[in-house]
């Protein structure tokens, strides 16, 4: 029951790992290398999904082999009978054959029947696998539609178990080594050397050969010929070939060929995925030289941007200190330093109003008020610019000119990080306008929410008590000597001492250093004011750049970018998961297969 749930648990990870796998090839995406690794995933699923198809159906064992490498003769030899037409000097298989038995539909087993030949037989051990002569992939013909190589290729990836099939003057062959890389994804593999009774045995040295390509657990030295008389003669073979069905009895019988088609599965969906690994790796440099090079252009912005937005901020920071002024004075009430600034706030129009009564004619009094109303509108456009100026840096740090010039910085490294120049251009002049207003509204927004909240913040700070005590205590102190001094001058001095009242200079320099003090004061207060002012208007400038650049200059590009990085990931932890799958349920210690070191090609691709 353990073992049952066991293999349960490792079905639904290799369905959860298909799942994920078809996830990620459906998603879109902007990089060339997760296109080209999506189109060739795609075949690999389809790939897979043949192979699920026939998960219960016998397992396909294939001969490979080059020309005159006793194939045919094998097979003869491994079925007890002459089912296939066998010599050594050139092809004799130019139509593939495939050996099944008698009581098998060869239609259950997915491969295209007008491909190749069908022959079935009583053979016990056809019962667990169904075997398939294939054409020499070192034939003399050239390539095509019909030709031999092509039907190899063809049937390939039907195949679950090939038996490589070389001799000593054969095992070296470079072009049946180049097929045979193409093959062997998603196949386990049984090594055979033949001509046993004549050749030498040169095993050690082809598995050396082999070693630094495939894993290579045995290789088996075999006589087909003498195979074959051994069994029409009744009799059990001998040797290495008597191993050799064995391996096919015990290791591709019935209770294996799941186990093997599931290894097949994961070396499929493995090759698959370190050919797409290689090929995100080849343009991993060119993508992060490109994000390095969008963010400097994004900082280069955010400087011109800041730069221009606290230029206008401070600019019209006489506007905000008014304005923060009024709201300090209308929380402070009445008292001796507020009335001092509210006559400091309201010093223009007072003055404006004294002239009204030097007026002695109706028409010097039209030319007074006429000439305060100008005043009053220059005040108010001031103003009006003041509030507006939000707008003009809305678009000061991007305009077209810097657009332009990071897009030809920009330009030159896309194509080496394989995307597509239009990433960086809008589809129309209108697109980039509609974008650029949803972006300034955005910015305005939140610039004229800002200014709000810090003129509302600042004015609670500065009228709490003990910021306006110093103010509040010095002003009143100079009040009350002043008052004290005439007080005393007039109740005291002049009835009990009969002394002069102050005369006008106690008066003049009274008043003068009220001036001073309350200018003093006034002074200490507005620095105050503009410190507090011009650091929040810093901080505020700061998080409007992050918030006017939160989609960066390219934001279809940068997009783009962080999307690739994050398909990359994806796909380094479905290798991660496929080689901990494979490592459960793909290790055969008597089938060899490709090694993990290097990236596998696809069959067909």
Same mark, same amino acid.
């Given at each position: ?322 304005? $923060? %002024? /009024? +709201?300090?004075? *209308?929380?402070?009430?009445?008292? @001796?330093? &507020? #009335? ?73 490294? $896309? %194509? /080496? +990080?394989?995307? *597509?120049?239009?990433?960086?251009? @809008?589809? &129309? #002049? ?176």
């Amino acid at each position: 029951m353990q073992s049952e749930v066991r293999q349960f648990e490792l079905l639904t990870s290799i369905d959860a790992l298909r799942q994920r796998l078809e996830q990620w090839i459906q998603t879109p995406s902007d990089w060339e290398p997760v296109q080209q690794g999506q189109l060739l995933l795609r075949r690999v699923v389809d790939r897979v999904e043949t192979l699920r198809i026939r998960m219960e159906s016998p397992l396909v064992v294939a001969t490979f082999g080059g020309t005159g490498t006793g194939k045919s003769t094998l097979v003869n030899a491994l079925v007890g009978e002459e089912v296939t037409r066998s010599g050594r000097q050139r092809p004799t298989t130019s139509r593939p054959v495939l050996i099944v038995h008698s009581e098998i539909s060869p239609q259950s087993l997915g491969i295209p029947l007008d491909a190749v030949e069908v022959v079935q037989r009583d053979s016990e051990l056809l019962r667990d696998v169904v075997l398939l002569d294939c054409p020499d992939p070192d034939t003399t013909e050239e390539a095509g539609p019909e030709s031999n190589l092509e039907r190899l290729r063809t049937l390939l990836p039907f195949c679950d178990v090939l038996i490589y099939v070389s001799t000593q003057q054969k095992y070296r062959s470079a072009r049946v080594s180049d097929e045979l890389k193409s093959a062997a994804a998603g196949c386990r593999i049984v090594f055979v050397q033949t001509h046993a009774g004549i050749d030498e045995d040169i095993r050690t040295d082809w598995e050396n050969t082999l070693s630094g390509e495939y894993e290579v657990p045995q290789i088996f030295f075999v006589d087909s010929l003498r195979a074959l008389q051994e069994q029409q003669q009744g009799r059990r073979p001998s040797g290495d070939m008597g191993r050799l069905l064995d391996l096919l009895h015990n290791k591709l019988g019935a209770s294996e060929r799941v186990r093997v088609r599931r290894a097949n599965v994961l070396e499929m969906v493995l090759a698959g995925l370190e050919r797409c690994e290689a090929l995100i790796q080849t343009r991993q440099p060119a993508l992060q030289e490109l994000q390095q090079v969008l963010l400097s252009q994004q900082a280069e912005s955010a400087r011109r941007l800041a730069g221009n937005l606290q230029q206008e901020l401070v600019a019209n920071h006489r506007l905000w200190e008014r304005r $923060l %002024t /009024s +709201a300090v004075i *209308d929380q402070w009430g009445i008292s @001796p330093f &507020s #009335l001092v600034l509210r006559i400091y706030n309201g010093l223009g129009n007072i003055l404006a109003s004294t002239a009204l009564f030097r007026a002695r004619s109706t028409a010097q009094l039209a030319l007074i008020g006429t000439v305060q109303g100008v005043r009053w509108l220059e005040s108010r456009r001031q103003e009006n610019a003041a509030s507006t100026s939000l707008e003009r840096l809305s678009q000061a740090g991007l305009d077209d000119a810097l657009l332009q010039e990071s897009e030809l910085i920009i330009r030159g490294y $896309l %194509t /080496s +990080a394989g995307f *597509d120049r239009r990433l960086t251009r @809008p589809e &129309s #002049l209108e697109q980039l306008r509609s974008q650029a207003a949803l972006l300034e509204s955005r910015f305005l927004g939140n610039a004229s929410q800002q200014i709000e909240e810090i003129i509302h913040e600042q004015s609670q700070t500065k009228a709490r008590w003990w910021p306006r005590l110093l103010y509040e205590v010095v002003l009143s102190a100079y009040l009350l000597f002043v008052l004290a001094r005439v007080g005393k001058s007039f109740f005291v001095d002049s009835f009990l001492y009969n002394t002069p009242l102050l005369n006008t200079d106690f008066y003049l320099a009274a008043s003068l250093f009220l001036v001073l003090i309350c200018g003093l004061l006034i002074g200490m207060f507005n620095w105050r004011l503009q410190q507090g002012l011009k650091d929040r208007i810093r901080r505020m400038t700061d998080r409007l750049i992050q918030i006017r650049l939160s989609g960066g200059i390219f934001p279809q590009l940068e997009s783009a970018v962080r999307d690739a990085r994050q398909r990359a990931e994806e796909l380094t932890a479905l290798t991660l998961q496929t080689r901990q799958l494979r490592a459960e349920l793909a290790e055969f210690q008597l089938l060899g297969g490709r090694q993990r070191a290097a990236p596998v090609r696809i069959p067909g691709l």
